[in-house]
C-alpha cells in the first residue's frame, strides 16, 4: 500500500486514453489498492489510473455512505439518460469547482474487485462520480464540460509566495464550496 503523487493539468498524462486492463495480475491490484490509499489521503470520491500516471482503465470511488472503496477496472457507461447540472472539482485541478451538465442516471459496466463483472443502475452523487472518473481514462476533464469560463470558479488562494502580498482574501472564500460529501475528485 502506498500513496501516490496525482498529477495536475497540464500534465500530458490527464490528457491521453487509458488502454483496457487484460489480465488482473499483482501489479494491476496493487496499483487499484494504491489508488484507493491515495483517494482516501486525498480525502476525494474519485480517482482515474490516469491521475496517478497509470495508463489502465482503473477507477477507484469512496462513496460518503460506504465502508470500502469500489474499484472497478475497464468500466463503461453503458447508457445515459437525461442531464442535470451539477458542482464539482478534481484532485488534479486544485483550487477550483465549476458547474457541469451530468446525466440524471446512467447504467454502468465494469469487472470489480472480485474480478466479477458487475452491472447496475447509478444515480446521484455515484453516477456523477463514475461519469467523472470514466472521462479521465478518455482523456476528459471536468472543465471540458463547462457550458462558459465563467461556470469555472475559484475556490482557494495558491499557496502565496514570499513576498506576494497582491491578493488579500477577506471575503467568504469557501462560500462556493460544496459539502466534502460532494467532492469529485
Ligand atoms: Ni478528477
Not at 120 to 126: D, I, V
Not at 146 to 172: C, F, K, M, N
Amino acid at each position: 500500500m502506498a500513496i501516490l503523487p496525482i498529477l495536475e493539468i497540464p500534465h500530458p498524462t490527464l490528457r491521453k486514453r487509458a488502454k483496457k486492463v487484460r489480465g488482473i495480475d499483482k501489479s494491476i491490484t496493487k496499483l487499484a489498492y494504491d489508488m484507493v490509499d491515495t483517494m482516501h489521503e486525498a480525502g476525494g470520491v474519485g480517482l482515474a489510473a490516469n491521475q496517478v500516471g497509470q495508463l489502465w482503465r482503473i477507477i477507484v470511488i469512496q462513496m460518503p455512505d460506504e465502508e470500502e472503496a469500489r474499484v472497478y477496472f475497464n468500466p463503461e457507461i453503458v447508457k445515459t439518460m437525461g442531464t442535470r447540472e451539477v458542482e464539482e472539482g478534481c484532485l488534479s485541478l486544485p483550487g477550483y469547482r465549476g458547474l457541469v451538465n451530468r446525466s440524471v442516471w446512467i447504467r454502468f459496466q465494469a469487472i470489480d474487485h472480485g474480478e466479477t463483472t458487475v452491472k447496475f443502475k447509478a444515480e446521484n452523487l455515484l453516477s456523477q462520480a463514475l461519469e467523472h472518473e470514466v472521462d479521465h481514462l478518455n482523456g476528459i476533464l471536468y472543465t471540458d464540460h463547462l457550458a462558459s469560463h465563467e461556470q469555472l470558479y475559484r475556490i482557494e488562494e495558491q499557496e502565496s509566495q514570499p513576498g506576494d502580498e497582491e491578493e488579500e482574501i477577506t471575503s467568504d472564500q469557501n462560500s462556493l464550496d460544496t459539502p466534502a460529501s460532494l467532492k469529485i475528485n
